[in-house]
């Protein structure tokens, strides 16, 4: 995957995407001129931004925040975090709560609210569950394009939250993130900082021909790749977590590392492998 541009689509966010696109050392490039016209003639100005760099991405930056956009094949299709959308708020609000087969893995009950360590945080979906479930959440994420947009999405809820949703506030001040290698950061990790629960949930290869796959899901594939490397994070997960390792897999994956669980939650894609290691005692940072 190749990010090829950032393209601003309103002038007060000149400063914003200049610094971005700095960041990514990416051309910077002015869209106004493009805003509100027919999703072909969109399609047409940013394929001819890069007309020969195949699997390329653009950012584009609006006053709803930062997107990815695929060019080529996948032309159409984005990926963006989101903590505040219908959806989000939906499942935030009437989700199922401590029900929840997340909530479980991870040990959330009455007055027992683990400090999770999300060292895979993708675009932060299940880091943001567990924090509305009322855990601290450290978000961990390698990948400085998918960081990019998991900050936007965390600093766009925080405006929305800010304005009029003290509830969703809450929730965010539990949230942090750090662009690292997890591996590295859970190498040089103090005693003190130790999360109660290391979770983990690497990319597994999709079948990428399979309707069944979202598109935004083979996209986000193409934009990170395979995390090959996800065995060797389970054991220093486990050197590091105090309580327990949660890994979550597709139902049919093989465990990671090949390392048998002591418990495993089944749902119908999914399931979690939890290795745990004491006991989560009553009251933890209740
Ligand atoms: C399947 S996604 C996680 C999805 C996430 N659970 C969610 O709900 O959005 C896996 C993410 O973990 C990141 N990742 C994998 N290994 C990592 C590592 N060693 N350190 C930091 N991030 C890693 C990848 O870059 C990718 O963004």
């Not at 400063?15 to 999703?39: I, S, W, Y």
């Not at 930062?66 to 032309?75: D, F, I, S």
């Not at 159409?76 to 989700?95: L, N, Y």
């Not at 027992?112 to 895979?120: E, N, S």
Request: aromatic share 6%; glycine share 8%; hydrophobic share 45%.
């Amino acid at each position: 995957m190749k990010l090829t541009s950032l393209v601003y689509l309103d002038a007060a966010l000149l400063a914003t995407a200049q610094r971005l696109a700095e960041r990514f050392a990416v051309p910077c490039v002015d869209g106004t001129a493009v805003v509100g016209v027919k999703p072909k003639l969109f399609q047409r100005f940013v394929s001819n931004l890069n007309p020969d760099v195949e699997d390329a991405f653009v950012f584009v930056l609006g006053p709803d925040g930062l997107a990815l956009h695929a060019l080529g094949p996948e032309y159409g299709v984005s990926i963006r975090a989101d903590f505040h959308g219908p959806s989000v708020t939906f499942r935030r609000k009437q989700g199922g709560g401590k029900g929840q087969m997340i909530a479980k893995a991870v040990g959330v009950r009455g007055g027992v609210y683990p400090r999770v360590l999300d060292a895979t945080a993708g675009l932060g979906g299940d880091g943001f569950v567990l924090a509305s479930l009322g855990c601290q959440v450290t978000l961990l994420e390698r990948v400085a394009a998918v960081r990019a947009l998991l900050e936007d999405g965390l600093a766009q809820a925080r405006t929305h939250a800010l304005a009029q949703d003290a509830d969703l506030l809450q929730v965010l001040d539990r949230v942090s993130l750090i662009e690292t290698d997890a591996a590295a950061y859970l190498r040089n990790l103090t005693e003190a900082d130790r999360p109660d629960v290391v979770y983990l949930d690497p990319m597994f290869p999709v079948r990428t021909k399979s309707a069944m796959v979202k598109k935004e899901m083979r996209v986000f594939h193409s934009l990170v790749g395979q995390d090959a490397d996800a065995d060797d994070l389970l054991e220093a997960a486990l050197r590091c977590a105090r309580y327990r390792v949660v890994v979550k897999r597709p139902r049919i994956a093989p465990a990671l590392a090949g390392a048998t669980p002591n418990h495993m939650l089944e749902g119908k894609s999914n399931r979690y492998d939890l290795y745990t290691l004491e006991k989560l005692p009553n009251g933890l940072n209740a």
